[in-house]
């Protein structure tokens, strides 16, 4: 993986492919630090990359919210209260 300074990107847009096929991935850095990740794609592979990308960054957010829910404690609650939670949301809904 190599990491390039925007700037620097900027002065070797031609050698852009041939980077990308010799490391794969490129890390775009704004004042040095990671902004921005490259990485090589195809024709026939794009559509693939894209849902690969789709999934990780769900992935992600899935394990962030799961991390938020242990530091508040809501990962210790019943489903009764889960439930109770759910109701009183959609009351609250539907009364705006």
Not at 13 to 38: C, R, Y
Not at 63 to 77: P, V, Y
């Amino acid at each position: 993986m190599k990491f390039i300074s925007i700037r620097e990107l900027r002065s070797s847009t031609g050698q852009l492919k041939e980077m990308l096929s010799d490391d794969e991935k490129i890390v775009l850095t704004t004042n040095g630090k990671p902004a921005a990740l490259m990485i090589e794609v195809s024709e026939d592979s794009l559509e693939e990359v894209l849902l690969d990308i789709r999934v990780a960054r769900s992935r992600r957010a899935i394990r962030k919210l799961q991390e938020q829910s242990e530091r508040s404690g809501l990962d210790s609650m019943t489903l009764d209260e889960i439930n109770a939670e759910i109701a009183a949301a959609r009351r609250e809904r539907t009364a705006r």
